[in-house]
């Protein structure tokens, strides 16, 4: 849509239109006829629900590689059937879904909660107390993050978590592995999704952990037709209430009058980039906390934890990736792939995986820790095959280079860029000979691309880290729906309490709760 065709004046102002946004400009344009407008910086909307294509052929979506409980039955599958009027189909991930690879073994994990369990016991017989003990945990974990949300709109306290499991000793992932686990191998296999999170067991709260597992002990899923198939489904209803969608527009400040946000500044990154302001009561962030915090609000209004959020954000920060997207010539099953994931780690250390993740960009060798995926196995329309593989860094590593447009950052960044796939490439076909022959098309995004496209600060495809220090609200308010300033709510992963998809939905159903300041329309999507 033209920017000067559309009106000023709206119910709601969404910042992004990443998942949590669409959650939240969905719910509100169906259930409640509210005319919205999401203002999107890159020039396809949808955050990382968006896909691309290369050579007009090759597929991939930059965010969706894999998302759990969509199920006919399960919660996500409902409330995302809501969201996009069951206009989005899923297709269930071939069995295995996931294959843990390490030097010595491979665990394979079926979304088979029984199974799970008796492989592991059949592993580790000597275990099987605490494998069983295990299960029941992460399910109370689990059962906490999801009841908290529903009811409260917000995640629960450390503090409950705590009490959930019977043990104040323990709130990293470490910490109850150590405390209930002996056999190394073991610890390995249950800490293995750590990449869905983006921190080591000694780091992430042990009930972020718990509620990621339990999102997928039945299995994985894929949108059938892609990522991009969920904006495609709700833009008409947010069109059809009076809405509109700015791509390409970039919000640069929150305006604020008596302690109220009531509108935002944009700039049109086309053309004359041209300023305008928009106006609603309601203004909703999916820019994440920090940007929202340090950069959209006004820096003469006060926000009394500022100083607080930096210092948490400078202790905390996230590890940031690359991906290297590949396009196939012909199917990866010809090398036995079924379209299952593969976690690749070096060692079964993972603290040492990731406290390693960036010698090989510096000194050479093996990466220490990868994630394979074939999008085109997963979903069923894919006319063409194609591979992605992510790995974690570092911004510092990159940082150099970030004040130099984009697409012009010159030979230096293109050679390390070239670097950094022919090192992908080498280390898959020593892993999967014949799998340099596939490839027909290959492209690198780095931190840079990240941050460039969602303004995540330092590229962090995570947000903010899912610490304990997270969970302890008088420590750090920041993740808070609601804000100081009135009319300013916050939505996405930041905002759920979990990173991914299905995080950023959640955070969008607590942030359209509480702009309603009513729960009855969890009745509604529970029809």
Known sequence: MKNQDIDQNYDVICIGSGMGALTVASLLSQFYQKKILIIEKHFQVGGFTHAFT??????????????????????????????????????????????????????????????????????????????????????KAAALFGKTMMMKST??????????????????????????????????????????????????????????????????????????????????????????????????????????????????????QESKSYFAPVIVSCAGAYPTYTKLIPKQIPVSFLEKLNLFYKREKMATSVCVYMGLND???????????????????????????????????EIKNMYLSFPSLKDPLAENHTADLITFTDYSLFEKWKDLPWKKRGEEYELFKAKIANTVVQTLERRFPGFQKLIDYIEVSTPLTNEHFTSHQDGAIYGLACVPE??????????????????????????????????????????????????ELLKKILK
Request: charged content about 25%; overall charge negative; proline content about 5%.
């Open 54 to 139: 290369r050579k007009q052929k090759y597929h991939w979506d930059v965010g969706i590689h894999y998302v759990g409980d969509m199920g006919e039955t399960g919660f996500s599958r409902l409330l995302m059937d809501k969201i996009t009027a069951g206009k989005v189909s899923w297709a269930k991930m071939p069995e295995p879904f996931e294959k843990f690879v390490y030097p010595n073994f491979t665990f394979e994990l079926y979304g088979d909660e029984e199974k799970f369990k008796s492989d592991l016991i059949n592993k580790f017989p000597e275990e099987k107390n605490a494998i069983e003990g295990y299960f029941k945990d992460i399910h």
């Open 155 to 272: 995640a629960p306290e450390l503090s409950a978590f705590k009490a959930q499991i019977g043990n104040d000793s323990i709130e990293t992932l470490k910490d109850y592995l150590d405390f209930h686990f002996q056999d190394p191998s073991l610890k390995a296999i249950l800490a293995s999704q750590w990449g869905d999170y983006g921190l080591p067991p000694s780091k992430c709260l042990f009930a972020t952990h718990a509620s990621l597992v339990v999102h997928y002990l039945n299995g994985g899923y894929y949108p059938v037709g892609g990522g991009g198939k969920i904006f495609d489904a709700i833009e008409p209803k947010i069109l059809e209430n009076g809405g509109a969608i700015l791509d390409t527009t970039e919000v640069n400040e929150i305006i604020v009058e008596n302690g109220k946000a009531i509108g935002v500044k944009a700039t049109f990154l086309r053309g004359k």
């Open 331 to 365: 199917s990866p099953a010809t090398l036995g792939f079924k379209g299952e994931n593969h976690w690749i780690f070096d060692s079964i250390d993972h603290e040492s995986n990731f406290s390693e993740r960036n010698n090989w960009l510096l000194q050479g060798g």
């Open 470 to 519: 997270r969970y302890d609200k008088d420590k750090s308010p920041w993740f808070d729906v609601t804000t100081p300033i009135e009319g300013l709510f916050l939505t996405g992963a930041d905002a759920g309490g979990s990173p991914g998809i299905a995080g950023a939905m959640m955070g969008g159903l607590a942030a359209t709760l509480k702009i309603l300041g009513s729960r």
